[in-house]
């Protein structure tokens, strides 16, 4: 089935910097691709996401890109600051599968 | 308005014992879904409804059943509890199925010993 590699597993920053975080697929009939935000012992929210008509999308400090064509998709958050501390999930969804399918997440540390 | 609840928030059970969590969304959601979290592996997709009466399986099915008999309740049941189902369960629903935005509930943090 569909499947999506996220990376890195882990990054620490410090406060100011940006964070890049990537993922790869391989059906190239996915065409939505959310980002979600997990803070310790929270539950995960959505926030960003693009569909597959679009390169680039961004908001404030975040902002998401695809490359349909190298079939990857980045999570990029400028001038970090502490509350960004989280892990962070991207998904997939569309092609074979019916169903959002999840990375297996990153764990940004922003140091003060 | 509550969005997601999930009950309970905790549980410790012993192998072999049975329980259901119960999930509610007050959002007139179609689609719901359950979901597993473990260290190291992301969300994993257990089973889904697209609408009341209906349900599929998701990634990892075996040992659970589900029920949504109302269109507000989706119900995750463990007949016979393992070890290996120790993990944190999220419940959420969309409007758009894969589309849009899940909306998660806080999780239920479940133990088997």
């Known amino acids: 089935g569909e499947n999506v590699e996220q990376h890195p597993s882990t990054l620490s920053v410090q406060e100011g910097d940006s964070a890049v975080i990537k993922c790869t697929y391989s059906d190239s009939a996915s065409n939505y691709f959310p980002w979600y935000k997990q803070e310790l012992g929270k539950r995960p929210q959505l926030i960003i996401d693009i569909r597959s008509n679009v390169g680039e999308k961004k908001d404030q400090r975040i902002a998401v890109t695809l490359n349909k064509t190298a079939k990857h998709f980045s999570l990029h958050i400028t001038e970090t600051q502490p509350e960004d501390s989280a892990v962070y999930f991207c998904a997939l969804y569309g092609g074979a599968t019916n169903k959002l399918i999840f990375g297996t997440g990153t764990l940004l540390a922003v140091q003060p | 308005n509550a969005g997601v609840t999930q009950t309970p928030k905790f549980r410790v059970l012993k192998t072999g014992q049975s329980m259901t969590l119960l999930c509610a969304q007050d959002m007139n959601h179609e689609y719901m879904y359950w979901y597993r979290q473990d260290p190291g592996m992301g969300l994993r997709l257990i089973h889904y409804?697209?609408?009341?009466?209906?349900?599929a399986k998701g990634e990892v099915p075996d040992g659970y059943n589900v029920s949504r008999l109302k269109k507000q309740n989706f119900l995750l049941g463990l007949e016979s509890a393992a070890p290996s189902q120790t993990s944190v369960y999220f419940c959420a629903s969309s409007t758009q199925g894969g589309w849009g935005p899940q909306h998660f509930g806080d999780g239920t943090r479940l133990s088997i010993l």
């Open positions: 409804s697209v609408g009341e009466g209906t349900t």
